[in-house]
């Protein structure tokens, strides 16, 4: 068998090579670098397909977190709640707004925020809470959302994987103030290099995020406060536009490809496969288990020509980075615990069944040998 990465960007660009050779030729054309038709066409449609009023697009999905907040007024002296796995874009723009993270524990089953553990984290600081869709399955929306209402603080939701995920038919982005997403390239919708958007149905902040993403100016040179510099660049657009239309049909092959996971892996006492909460639909923008000696199997499966990955090796608050918070790793005890569990499954669209079932034999053939 051939070597099976862990994502395979190069087959899906063959399967629709001329429209994306076509997307960017039309951009160095037509000099449509920055701003421009091509931005504007994604940023409709996006709308479109979530059927929201306004998208934004960012230079990445780093940066439009940073922006919903900046523009909410969150900065020094205020508390944002996010959750203890994650990216972490999910908390460094917290910190980048002069406010402080707050971790929350996350939920042993579904590896998302353990949403009966935000309440306790609520202080007379807190500003908002930034629920972070993982893996491609939402977190519990609706119980976060009320929560928000209780205590009367922003939702904000980060949806970098969870392109198309829903909850009882709801999609995940569309019950915060703001919601921002990721183009990464191995994002579930991935562009060529950095992009990211923010939607929203709030057409004032809606303006505030556009002028603060182009320099604090929504028309030239009238900078109405002072920005940044982080806009979705035309070539990207582009080629985000030229991807949309696939998306439901990739996503719809990613959940395929999970079902064929779920089938040859079941039955191995010593992994666990991704649950799915009832209602939901999962989009597996990773296809995560948890499982016993996850380091010896690890580099079996790399030994066998299978690439795996860890999302994510070291809890945020138990990173270098948070040192100063002055955690300890049994604060977080389910983080911290998935540390050492957690692994990711090569998972993208063109995987085939035969892929799959060859790393699931391996893996049923590591453990039969090391049990
Ligand atoms: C990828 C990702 C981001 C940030 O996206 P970039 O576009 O790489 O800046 C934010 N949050 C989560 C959970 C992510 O997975």
């Known amino acids: 068998m051939k070597k099976i990465p862990f994502v395979d960007l190069l087959s899906q660009y063959k399967s629709i090579k001329p429209a994306i050779d076509k997307a960017i030729e039309n951009v160095i054309e037509e000099s449509a670098f920055i701003g421009g038709r091509y931005v504007k066409e994604f ?3 996006f709308a479109s397909l979530y059927g929201i009023k306004h998208v934004i697009g960012c230079a990445n999905g780093t940066d439009s977190l940073y922006i919903i907040m900046k523009m909410l007024g969150i900065g020094t002296g205020d508390e944002v709640i996010t959750v203890a796995n994650s990216w972490i874009s999910s908390s460094e723009t917290i910190t980048q707004t002069g406010a402080k993270p707050v971790f929350v524990d996350i939920d042993p ?6 949403e009966n553990k935000i309440e306790e984290k609520i202080t007379p600081r807190s500003k908002a809470i930034i629920a972070v869709h993982l893996q491609g399955q939402m977190c519990a929306i609706e119980n976060i959302r009320q929560i928000c209402e209780r205590h009367n603080i922003y939702l904000i939701e980060d949806c970098a994987q969870s392109h ?3 909850m009882n038919g709801v999609r995940a982005g569309l019950k915060g103030i703001a919601s921002s997403f990721s183009f990464y390239p ?9 992009a990211g ?3 929203t149905n709030d057409d004032e902040m809606a303006k505030r995020f556009r002028m603060y993403a182009n320099h604090g100016a929504l028309k030239k040179h009238q900078h109405q406060i002072e920005g940044i510099n982080s806009r979705l660049d035309g070539l990207q657009a582009a080629i985000l536009s030229a991807k949309l239309p696939y998306l439901q049909s990739w996503t719809d092959s990613r959940i395929k490809n999970a079902g064929i996971y779920d089938k040859y892996l079941s039955g191995i006492s010593q992994i666990k496969l ?11 923008h990773l296809y995560m288990i948890r499982a016993e000696h996850r380091d010896g199997l690890m580099n079996y499966l790399k030994d066998q020509g299978v690439d795996t990955a860890i999302h994510y090796p070291t809890a945020l608050p138990n990173l270098p980075a948070y040192k100063y918070l002055g955690h300890q790793p049994e604060d977080f005890p389910e983080a911290t615990k998935a540390e050492k569990e957690i692994l990711s499954l090569p998972m993208y669209p063109e995987l085939t069944e035969e892929q799959i079932i060859y790393i699931s034999d391996r893996i049923k053939n590591y453990y039969q040998t090391n049990s």
Do not use: M, Q, W
């Open 197 to 199: 958007c923010i939607i």
């Open 164 to 166: 198309l995920s829903s």
């Open 43 to 45: 940023e409709d449609s």
């Open 186 to 194: 191995g994002k579930n919708l991935g562009a060529y290099g950095d």
């Open 109 to 114: 089953v579904y590896g998302s925020v353990n």
């Open 274 to 284: 991704p649950a799915v909460r009832p209602g939901s639909v999962h989009t597996f």
